[in-house]
């Protein structure tokens, strides 16, 4: 792979991770101070040093009462910090976290026809994975799928790629050359017979053989997984030998990582795993039978869940991906949000292209309020209101919600002291007085008697990638939009 | 209004009406053929008249055949003739149709917290719509709503305006300024106790007389109703009187105009429909024993009909508006497309502005693709399946579907001979070879090896106003993207 390696693309900002320098953001941010609401920070500074942690954040702070007094205290020289003052109507806002996506599907996106997962799987997903193996056609649909999703705010994912050792690998190099952090998965199928035979692990051995490959190969480029890490990607049980999840679920305790896979998506899917695993209990119990059901593991979709099962995860601490575009796209279900709240599991919210046809997470917040009203229309009276969710509640999703599902709470998904700069900067344009081209930058018009709350509601449902001005990861700008 | 007027915005074209000349478009033209099928015509030649009729569609003439054979043939000369010609991947659409949308609440878009209508109507709406008796604030609310559906390729809309004649003749100004072709209506909202003191009309005679009197104003401007005609709107059963929805059912009969109105959105609503009118056997024969329900009548909504109201609609020929944003949204319900035309009632697709917050039909269009597919979730076997819609169907619900639902068949929603130029033409980006900066313009990523049918399905699912390049009303560029 040497030479695709040394073409790498490159990324927004000009400056190595070498040169940073600190920075000072200067304007309104808004970020989720509990899941019921978010917090409106105005007038405020936020420092960031070269390392681009966060070191503080004050409210009635303009430029010249940080140069005058903030910047001192830090020890920082005027003249060496990179100033960013957020315009009229902009805020900064934490990034994206996108807990589920196959970016190996990335070029399907919108294809599905009237498909339901299992043939879905079969008529479009698994050619076009298999025919990542080229890797000049990996480059150009994983650059293409990391810059997308960083244009829409997207900083961190947990991907999905393929079973290929070195596309897998590409994909890594390519999320780390572009800034975005993620976790990377190789995708482990060898069962006999569910998996189609072009496409396949020829053993558990051979999958447990190639994940490792993956995950050393990641430690050369990025020794801490300070940007991108593996993360070991059983891809469901159905394509799964008991061999291999149970290998995986060792590597998994060995290594410290994240584990991802797929549950309860599809009633076919459902009856699928019950048939193969006639010893369990339920899709659930499969997974905790083999030992990769933990607090490091993040379960996609989770629709149909029985009371026991979602009990059972709860326990265990496990984490689940909402993906309400995916969902409805290939008709697998509404999953109830508010339930697994309730039940006590962590949520965070993913595109899951290409079953979901969408790479912006703002627009699976918004499908989020969207498939829970859906969830609300079979219910009554108190239920039917509580299922509901808010503006304040899929935005938690989109940004602290994910960021625990990912194990990166307390690191991402906020403005705090000590906390990484993963935000992007947010502007909606103003029409002008005579309704005229003022709002030509996206589809978001502000008329300018809007509170911020119903702006942040405007953003939510008709914002896109346009409005996200600016976008950093670890304190390095990664997008913006000149 | 002088003043106002005399100031109004211009359209994208510079070409008055009078100076139009012939037009020929070149490349590839999509639409619908069937409900089930699109229709691909490639290497494709349209003749429009100066009128802005289409007067010839010859597939296999490229631009020196069209020269050498075509516009002789009409007796057009070469250099008198305005050619356009698709580019490579860019394809010709039929201008979509909104059948339901009220322009006087487009500042709320994406602002209905976790409300249902009737408290979402006295919360946001009727402020909202009160408000716009301000001249000044009118005029900047219906030409950003106007421009930006344009912009999203509506050639034809069916707008509810307020209950002030003065800002909903403003409205109609606006339309034929900007160019798009549009049913103008004068809501019409008189029930004591019912509507608010300060925003309702003062007798069903004041309804009346002030409903006529913008009748009379769009015949002054638009003696044809060409492009924008009045369309008698009683807004919904509970606001009006039986004395007014008697005299608008006898002023639809003598002026031979649409109506539209809303029924069965919102259970709580029919409750209330059921106490206001104890005589009626349900919510669609009030309106029939009220005289409004004919061929001429649009329908929003109609969620919960009963197998009898759907059997009295489509008796009566009347029309069904399907809004799948705004009844998601403001979860009143998911209208059943299938169910309905198995009942042999034609359906259209409405953006509902503002309980609906998309400006988009192609929203609209995927929008309804995915209700389809939760109607579906509550069905088994072939049911299931029948419910989902397909990109063709839903498709052909934004083009022909709404032009029967508004009156225009035959004259829009496609491309033949004999109809009107109301068009947009469509542009899907294609990715670099490595993955970079090809698709920039907008969120659709060709990646060169999709056929026809899957381009046109990621537009659906991807596409938003950057892929619409320029739209045509008969025969008039309305909006372009530089």
């Given at each position: 792979m040497g030479d695709m390696i040394r073409d790498l693309p490159a990324a927004a900002s000009s400056s190595s991770p070498t040169t940073r320098r600190n920075q000072l953001f200067l304007g309104t941010f808004v970020h989720s101070k509990?899941?019921?609401?978010?917090?409106?920070?105005?007038?405020?500074?936020?420092?960031?040093?070269?390392?681009?942690?966060?070191?503080?954040?004050?409210?009635?702070?303009?430029?010249?009462?940080?140069?005058a007094e903030l910047l001192p205290r830090l020890g920082w020289k005027v003249?060496?910090?990179?100033?960013?003052?957020?315009?009229?109507?902009?805020?900064?806002?934490?990034?994206?976290?996108?807990?589920?996506?196959?970016?190996?599907q990335y070029p399907n996106v919108g294809i599905f026809g009237k498909s339901t997962l299992l043939d879905w799987l079969n008529t479009y997903t698994f050619p076009l994975e298999a025919s990542l193996k080229d890797q000049k056609k990996a480059k150009r649909v994983y650059t293409a799928c990391v810059r997308r999703?960083?244009?829409?705010?997207?900083?961190?994912?947990?991907?999905?790629a393929t079973i290929d050792v070195d596309a897998t690998n590409l994909l890594a190099d390519i999320c780390l050359a572009l800034g975005q952090r993620a976790f990377v998965g190789r995708v482990c199928m060898d069962r006999e017979g569910l998996c189609p035979e072009y496409y396949k692990d020829e053993s558990p051995q051979d999958s447990l053989r190639k994940t490792r490959e993956t995950v050393d190969y990641i430690r050369t480029i990025d020794p801490g997984f300070e940007i991108v890490a593996p993360i070991l990607t059983p891809r469901f049980a159905p394509s799964c030998s008991s061999e291999a999840m149970r290998g995986l679920a060792s590597m998994q305790k060995e290594l410290d990582v994240l584990v991802q896979t797929h549950i309860s998506e599809n009633e076919g899917e459902i009856e699928l795993v019950k048939e193969l695993f006639p010893e369990s209990a339920s899709y659930a119990d499969?997974?905790?039978a083999h030992g990769l059901l933990g607090e490091k593991?993040?379960?996609a979709h989770a629709i149909h869940l029985s009371e026991e099962e979602a009990a059972t995860i709860a326990?265990?601490?496990?984490?689940?991906?909402?993906?309400?575009?995916s969902n409805s796209s290939i008709t697998s279900g509404a999953a109830r949000v508010r339930w697994l709240w309730d039940k006590g599991i962590d949520v965070g919210l993913g595109t899951d292209m290409s079953g979901g046809y969408s790479p912006s997470i703002l627009d699976a917040a918004r499908q989020a309020a969207l498939v829970s009203r859906h969830v609300a229309m079979g219910l009554r009276g108190q239920e039917r209101e509580r299922a509901k969710l808010t503006?304040?509640?899929?935005?938690?999703?989109?940004?602290?919600?994910?960021?625990?599902?990912?194990?990166?709470?307390?690191?991402?998904?906020?403005f705090q002291v000590g906390m990484q700069w993963d935000a992007q900067l947010i502007g909606l344009p103003l029409v002008d007085e005579d309704g005229g081209r003022g709002g030509e930058e996206?589809?978001?018009?502000?008329?300018?008697?809007?509170?911020?709350e119903d702006r942040v509601a405007k953003w939510l449902f008709n914002g896109d990638d346009r409005n996200t001005k600016a976008v950093w990861v670890k304190g390095r700008m990664v997008h913006s939009r000149t």
């Open positions: 509990t899941r019921e609401a978010l917090e409106y920070l105005h007038d405020t500074a936020v420092c960031v040093d070269a390392s681009g942690t966060i070191v503080a954040v004050k409210v009635g702070y303009d430029l010249r009462r940080s140069e003249g060496d910090v990179e100033v960013r003052v957020g315009e009229e109507g902009q805020f900064f806002f934490p990034g994206f976290i996108d807990t589920h996506v196959h970016a190996s999703t960083l244009a829409h705010g997207t900083t961190t994912s947990a991907y999905y499969v997974y905790d593991t993040v379960l326990e265990r601490g496990a984490k689940v991906s909402h993906c309400p575009c503006v304040e509640e899929v935005l938690h999703l989109a940004t602290r919600g994910g960021a625990k599902v990912v194990g990166l709470q307390g690191k991402v998904g906020g996206g589809n978001v018009d502000i008329f300018g008697w809007e509170s911020w």
